[in-house]
Structure formats: structure tokens, C-alpha cells
């Protein structure tokens, strides 16, 4: 017959595990601590008090003020430990003159000595470097006061006591630096995770988005050998779409290069104000109704305001020609100074579609407009994207010019 395991009562566990679990509660170790100190306080100002007649001589009636002061700045030490100190230290010089026995070998009462030290502790603990250092040395001073038999003792015991907390306070040191260089590491190792995700992210949307544009430019660059008929003007129309197919995925592979970390340095690009003009160029080339005006200090602007310029122009004009295309498209950039301000403004408005083109029916979600005014925002300047009354769009954009 196997014995039968019988599981402890709840109630009926052993003393030392009730003391763990009511250590680890959480309101005894809010509360705990300073319910002790109040505790020792207490403890020694009921010493102090009633037996500060054996060894000193002084009026019953300022006995228990003495001893307060003696006794119960420990309460307060963790919060103002250098006041606290000098409290306890000044009661402790305080009660020499009146050092009534000659068989006790200290100058104050040992209620106050205790306090002395428990001060001092934290002190050393918790104050600068220079109030710590000033803590430590007027202490072993006051030492030097007590009776001659037993000075040297006396200050000994003072900088061994302090020697103590200073090696304690070191290594609480030491512990909170091993902390915050462990969270710094995990924190490290996260970030490295999260890298690591994100480039096998832009890996798989590179071979999707690339893969598609390839294609789309193949198909482009093959169409007229593949067709039979075809005319001069549609051979071009086809290099078009095969040049803006391959420019669009030279910048999604410049994109995705960003979001790599380690993606290799290479040719990117160009972007900014000195590439204006070329967008309107290859926007005409490939068959928009386009017209525009250039400031000609337009190449001199700062690399972020061409930035913003170029990309409000190129998602512009993009625009227009996926919802009014064959539509006559004005583009104006001028750069001008009002108020000792310099702005540099440019419009963009289209008209309606052309007779007899097919125009996408109007869909909502886009990012496009939002995407441009926090570019112009981002900047500190302004942004309006409005149907016009003709049935076309107007966008401006006015961005400050740093001098």
C-alpha cells in the first residue's frame, strides 16, 4: 500500500517562508523601511530619555528635548541626510559639558551614538562627494572629544565605519552601471532584431516591386519588335514608358537602400532644385501638355527646399496626368522676398481632361496630398491642393528660403 502525499495547508507554512512572502509583498516594501526607522527612532529616544541622568547632569525639564534631538532626526535621514546629521552631531557636542560619570567612557549618551552612526551611514551612502568628505572628517573631530583613554578608539571606529559605507556605496554603484549596461545591451540586441526583420521586409518587397517594374520596362523596350505596325511617334510613346518604368525603379531601389542597413554605398539619383527642370522636361517628353516658368536663382536654393520642391512637383504632376490627362498643365516657380523674408512659391495647375481621354473614376485613401503638405510642413511653410473652377487642380506650395 503506497503512502498517501499530503500537500501542506495554505495557512500552516513554515515561519521563514511566511517572513519571505511578507518581504516580497509589495506594500511592505513601500512602507517597510521606513516603518522601521520610525521604529528605531523610537526605540532610542525611549532610551535616551529616561536614562540620560546616569551619566549626564541636566535639567529634568530639557532632558527629553535633548533627547529628541538625539534621537529622532533618524527619521528623516534618508530624506535630508547632511541636516539630519549635523541635528545629531550638535545634541552629541551639546551633552558633553554636562558629562556627569566619570566610569562611562563617552562623552554622550549611547542612544546618540547609534544615531550618530546611523546618520553618518547614510550620509555616506547618499550625499556628495564634499559634504560626505566633510561628514566623515567632523566626526572623527568630535571623536577626539571623548575621554583621552579611549580617543584613538573611538576615531578608528569612525573611519572604519565610514570606510564600510563608502566600499557599500561603490558597489551599489557598481550594480546600477552593470544594470543600465545590461538594459543598454538588451535594448542593442532588440534594435538588431528589429534591423535584421526589416531588411528581410525590404528583400521580399524588392523582389515583388522590382520584378514588376523590370517587366514593365522589358515589355516597353520589346513592344515595337513584338507589334506589327507600329509608327514612329508610338515607338517613342513606348521608349517613354519604358524610360519613366526605369527611373521609377531606380528610386524605389534607392528607397529600400535607405531602409537597409546594410545596403552598399552606390550611385544614387540626384535630388534637389537643380533637378527641376529636368522632371518638367521628361514629363513633356513623354507626352504632357506642359508649360513653365523658372526663377533663375532657382539652382542656388538649399538642398532641403529643392527636396521638397522636386517631390511636390513630381507627385503634381503625377497627378494630373492619372486624373485629367491630355489636360494643359502650368507650372510656375518664382522666388521672392517680402518683410525680409525670402519664400520660394510654386504652383502647379491643370486643366480638365481632353476630349475624348479616359479618366479614372475618383477613388479616396490616397496618400499623395498628405504626403506633399507634410513635406511643405515639415519645412515650416505652407501647402493648399484645390479643384479649380474650370474642373481642374491647383496645388502651391510656399517654402522659406534659408538666406
Known amino acids: 500500500m503506497s503512502p ?23 506594500q511592505v516594501r513601500q512602507y517597510g523601511a521606513p516603518a522601521l526607522v520610525v521604529l ?5 529616544f525611549a532610551v535616551a530619555w ?8 541636566l535639567h529634568a525639564a530639557i532632558v527629553p528635548l535633548l533627547a529628541a534631538a538625539g534621537t529622532l532626526p533618524v527619521i528623516t535621514a534618508v530624506r535630508w541626510p547632511v541636516v539630519s546629521w549635523l541635528v545629531v552631531a550638535a545634541s552629541c557636542l551639546v551633552s558633553l559639558p554636562f558629562h556627569g560619570n566619570p566610569d562611562y567612557a563617552l562623552g554622550w549618551p549611547v542612544a546618540f551614538h547609534l544615531a550618530l552612526a ?12 564634499r559634504e560626505v568628505s566633510f561628514a566623515v572628517t567632523s566626526t572623527a573631530l568630535l571623536m577626539a572629544l571623548n575621554p583621552p583613554e579611549v580617543v584613538v578608539g573611538w576615531i578608528v571606529g569612525a573611519l572604519v565605519w565610514s570606510a564600510f559605507f563608502l566600499l557599500l556605496r561603490w558597489l551599489l554603484a557598481s550594480r546600477r552601471q552593470v ?15 528589429m534591423a535584421e526583420e526589416r531588411n528581410r521586409l525590404v528583400r521580399d518587397l524588392h523582389d515583388v516591386v522590382a520584378h514588376q517594374m523590370s517587366m ?23 521608349d517613354s514608358i519604358a524610360g519613366t518604368a526605369r527611373e521609377a525603379l531606380n528610386q524605389v531601389r534607392e528607397l529600400l537602400g535607405v531602409l537597409r542597413s546594410d545596403a552598399e554605398s552606390g550611385a544614387t539619383t540626384p535630388v534637389g532644385a537643380d533637378q527641376i527642370e529636368p522632371v518638367l522636361t521628361t514629363a513633356r517628353r513623354a507626352g504632357m501638355d506642359l508649360t513653365w516658368t523658372l526663377d533663375s536663382s532657382v539652382n542656388s536654393l538649399d538642398d532641403t527646399v529643392g527636396v521638397v520642391l522636386q517631390r511636390v512637383l513630381q507627385e503634381s504632376l ?25 519664400d520660394a512659391e510654386l504652383s502647379v495647375d491643370n486643366g480638365p481632361a481632353a476630349p475624348g481621354e ?30 479649380a473652377a474650370d474642373g481642374g487642380f491647383s496645388v502651391r506650395a510656399v517654402v522659406p528660403v534659408a538666406r
Request: no cysteine; aromatic share 4%.
Open 179 to 193: 544594470k543600465t549596461e545590461t538594459t543598454r545591451a538588451t535594448e542593442q540586441s532588440q534594435l538588431r532584431v
Open 318 to 342: 503625377s497627378n494630373a496626368s492619372r486624373h485629367a490627362p491630355g489636360g494643359r498643365v502650368l507650372v510656375n516657380l518664382t522666388v521672392t522676398e517680402k518683410d525680409g523674408r525670402r
Open 50 to 57: 529616561p536614562t540620560f541622568h546616569l551619566t549626564h547632569s
Open 40 to 44: 528605531f527612532a523610537g526605540i532610542l
Open 216 to 238: 514593365i520596362v522589358v515589355q516597353s523596350q520589346s513592344a515595337p519588335y513584338r507589334l506589327q505596325g507600329v509608327t514612329p511617334a508610338v515607338h517613342a510613346e513606348f
Open 4 to 26: 498517501t502525499l499530503r500537500r501542506p495547508h495554505p495557512t500552516r507554512q513554515r515561519p521563514i517562508r511566511r517572513l519571505w512572502a511578507l518581504r516580497t509583498d509589495p
Open 118 to 129: 546611523f546618520t553618518l551611514a547614510v550620509v555616506v551612502l547618499r550625499g556628495p562627494v
Open 358 to 387: 479616359i479618366v479614372p473614376p475618383e477613388h479616396s485613401g490616397g496618400a499623395g496630398i498628405p504626403g506633399m503638405a507634410a513635406r511643405v510642413q515639415a519645412v515650416g511653410g505652407s501647402f493648399t491642393a484645390l479643384p
